[in-house]
């Protein structure tokens, strides 16, 4: 089989034409160049050079055209070489990022893609846009993205098999029509909601904060949430905002008013936060070195 190295020293005596130049150039001597070159030949079954002046040697014709055949292969091999290496190390290749919509308000995932590029600047980054947070869990456990960002509720070791960190605590409020008198009631508790008609996320959308919202709505106020309609993000809060309920909302920083509704926090024993969840089982080293680079919980 002919090696890389037997093409290094083909293609610099080849230059060369000089077997004390070449090997000094090399790093070997002459012996031992002359010997690669013979097993060079041997494995092609022609002669390369003709040595029948030992001061001046030459390419044959065999030579010439395996010279221009083979003159960039070492480059090439070298350079293919390189590029494997670096996509060992996750230096290459494509990220794939799913994320849920509510996220860009609690998470500036630019500022992660940037970050992860200041690092690794060959990485190309694929984002994958979701509506919920179950359907941004599936883009990984699908294979589809490598690791998606979205929101869950109470959870410790496990995500449903996949492997996650927290990153943001999302705080949660009661978007409460300016109209209600509830909105303006001082010291509001959990109990005073107990009649109250609920907007809240249908289940698919928001599995963990709908389980865990009416258990804790149920120990505080022995009866299940009285929930009138269904609907998440913009949506619960615009029929808020109409009147037609109290939505239990995400609360983002920037999110200080709204028009037609008072924002009211209450303690709620549900810890909710944005988390980047990930299959173990993916190889992939651009994912562990995008993952090493996320921010811890704050």
């Known amino acids: 089989m002919i090696t890389l190295k037997q ?3 083909f293609t610099t005596l080849a230059q060369e034409l000089h077997f004390a130049r070449a090997a000094q150039l090399l790093g070997i001597s002459q012996a031992a160049l002359s010997n690669e070159i013979k097993k060079l030949e041997n494995s092609i079954g022609c002669q390369l050079f003709d040595r029948s002046d030992r001061w001046m040697i030459k390419l044959t014709e065999a030579g010439m055209i395996y010279l221009r055949q083979m003159k960039d292969i070492p480059e090439l091999m070298e350079e293919s070489a390189q590029l494997a290496r670096k996509a060992a190390r996750g230096e290459t290749g494509t990220l794939s990022i799913g994320v849920a919509g509510l996220i860009y308000d609690f998470i500036d995932i ?3 893609c940037k970050n992860m590029l200041q690092n690794y ?3 190309k980054i694929r984002i994958y846009d979701t509506l919920v947070s179950p359907a941004a869990a599936a883009l990984v456990r699908s294979g589809k993205c490598d690791i998606s960002f979205f ?9 449903d098999n996949l492997n996650f960190k927290k990153i943001v605590n999302i705080p949660l409020a009661f978007a409460i029509p300016a109209s209600n ?3 303006h009631k001082e010291n509001l508790k959990i109990q005073d909601l107990k009649n109250s008609h609920f907007i809240l996320p249908p289940a698919e959308e928001a599995p963990r904060l709908r389980a865990h919202f009416e258990t804790f709505f149920v120990r505080h106020c022995k009866t299940s949430p009285l929930i009138v309609h ?5 949506g619960s809060l615009q029929l808020a ?3 037609l309920g109290i939505a239990l909302t995400p609360h983002p920083p920037a999110k ?4 037609n509704i008072v924002l009211r926090h209450l303690p709620l024993d549900i810890d909710r936060f944005t988390v980047a969840a990930w299959d173990e089982s993916n190889s992939s080293q651009v994912l562990r070195n995008f993952i090493a680079l996320l921010p811890a919980i704050r």
């Open 230 to 234: 269904e609907a998440g993000g913009s």
């Open 181 to 183: 008198p509830l909105a």
């Open 241 to 243: 905002a109409a009147g």
């Open 151 to 159: 929101a869950s509720s109470n959870i410790s070791r496990s995500l």
């Open 7 to 9: 093409l290094r020293n």
């Open 110 to 112: 630019g500022q992660l």
């Open 121 to 123: 600047p060959e990485v």
């Open 256 to 259: 200080e008013s709204l028009k």
